[in-house]
C-alpha cells in the first residue's frame, strides 16, 4: 500500500486530454511540493514535473501539473503513442522525514 | 551528461546481507553539492525510498528499514553502495539509485539508474 495513492491505470486516445490524479495526506502532498515521473519499464525513471507544477528543461508542455490541499494531478495534452508510460508521483513526508511515492499509474493510448 | 549504473548480486540468500553499487558517470559525487539515494520497487508494489546519503558522510533512512540499511560513498571510485543486511523475500525487488537535486535530502531525484532486480531466495 504506497503512502499516496494513484490509479492504477488511465487511457486515452491520440490528441485527447488526459490526467492523472495523486492523494495524499497534510504531511506530504499538503505542505510539500510533488513531484512528477514518467516511467518505461527498463528504463531510468524520467522527471516530468518538479515543485508541484514546474517543467525541467527538454520537456513538452503538452505536461503540466497541479496541486490543491492534498492532491494533485498531472495532466498530458495531445496525447501521443510515446506517451504510454507508467506514471508516479513523489512528495517529501514531514512526519516520515524522507520520501513517499505513488503506487503508479499505467497509461494506455488506444 | 549524468549516468548512474546499478550492479551487484542479482540473487541473495534469505539472512545474507544485500549489496549493490551505483557507479556515476558525468559528474562527481565527492565535489557536487548533491545527495545520492536509494529507491526500491516490489514486484507489484509501489516505490519505496531507502536512504540518502551525501559525500560529507551524513546519511537518512526510511525508519521502516534504518535498523538493516547503510549507504555509503566511495569517492575514489565515483561510487555510492547500498547493504542491506537480514534479507528476507519482501526485499525482493527492482533497486534504483538516484541522484538529488540539491545539497538536502529533502531536494527532489533528479537523475535515475535504470534499476537493478535482486531476488531473494534460497
Known amino acids: 500500500q504506497s503512502v499516496l495513492t494513484q490509479p492504477p491505470s488511465a487511457s486515452g486516445t491520440p490528441g485527447q486530454r488526459v490526467t492523472i490524479s495523486c492523494s495524499g495526506s497534510?504531511?506530504?502532498?499538503?505542505?510539500?511540493?510533488v513531484y512528477w515521473y514518467q516511467h518505461l519499464p527498463g528504463t531510468a525513471p524520467k522527471l516530468l514535473i518538479y515543485r508541484s507544477n514546474q517543467r525541467p528543461s527538454g520537456v513538452p508542455d503538452r505536461f503540466s501539473g497541479s496541486k490543491s490541499g492534498t492532491s494533485a494531478s498531472l495532466a498530458i495534452s495531445g496525447l501521443r503513442s510515446e506517451d504510454e508510460a507508467d506514471y508516479f508521483c513523489a512528495a517529501w513526508d514531514d512526519s516520515l522525514s524522507g520520501w513517499v511515492f505513488g503506487g503508479g499509474t499505467k497509461l494506455t493510448v488506444l | 551528461q549524468l549516468q548512474l549504473q546499478e550492479s551487484g548480486a542479482g540473487l541473495v540468500k534469505p539472512s545474507e546481507t544485500l549489496s549493490l553499487i551505483c557507479t556515476v558517470s558525468?559528474?562527481?559525487?565527492?565535489?557536487?553539492?548533491?545527495?545520492w539515494g536509494w529507491i526500491r520497487q516490489a514486484p507489484g508494489k509501489g516505490l519505496e525510498w531507502i536512504g540518502s546519503m551525501y559525500y560529507g558522510g551524513s546519511t537518512h533512512y526510511n525508519p521502516s528499514l534504518k535498523s538493516r540499511v547503510t549507504v555509503s560513498a566511495d569517492t575514489s571510485k565515483n561510487q555510492f553502495s547500498l547493504k542491506v543486511s537480514s534479507v528476507t523475500a519482501a526485499d525482493t525487488a527492482v533497486y534504483y539509485c538516484a541522484r538529488h537535486e540539491g545539497t538536502t535530502v529533502s531536494t527532489w531525484f533528479d537523475s535515475w539508474g535504470q534499476g537493478t532486480l535482486v531476488t531473494v531466495s534460497s
Open positions: 497534510s504531511s506530504n502532498i499538503g505542505s510539500n511540493y
Open positions: 558525468g559528474g562527481s559525487i565527492g565535489t557536487t553539492r548533491h545527495y
